[in-house]
């Protein structure tokens, strides 16, 4: 059984850097075909894809937050990451992991992260 955590700051100044990681248990972030992606959810909104990294290190991204975020990986330690650089308040979020071969068979419970001075 797969499991994700995601863990990070709780609390991000405006125009600061959002990063976040995905601990991996239970299963390789090279495991073929796997999309290992980063989902948010603003309070009383919907999720918002934001992108992913696949198991053989290729990113995608949404266009909308393209230019300012990147994922990557550390195949040592199982790990995923997200950053989101010069951050505002409509960044506030509980942001989620997740993963699966076709479509996401695997959420972490999600992390609230707040953007406020």
């Known amino acids: 059984q797969v499991q994700l955590q995601e863990s990070g700051p709780d609390l991000v100044k405006p125009s600061q850097t959002l990063s976040l990681t995905c601990t991996v248990v239970?299963?390789?972030?090279?495991?073929?075909?796997?999309?290992w992606t980063w989902i948010r959810q603003p309070t009383g909104k919907g999720l918002e894809w934001m992108g992913a990294?696949?198991?053989?290190?290729?990113?995608y991204y949404s266009p909308s937050l393209k230019s300012r975020t990147s994922i990557s990986r550390d195949t040592n330690k199982n790990q995923v990451s997200l950053q989101v650089m010069d951050v505002t308040p409509e960044d506030t979020a509980v942001y989620y992991c997740?993963?699966?071969?076709?479509?996401?068979?695997?959420w972490g419970r999600g992390t609230q992260v707040t953007v406020s001075s």
């Open positions: 997740a993963t699966g071969a076709h479509g996401y068979d695997y």
């Open positions: 239970g299963g390789s972030i090279t495991t073929s075909y796997y999309y």
């Open positions: 990294i696949t198991y053989n290190g290729n990113t």
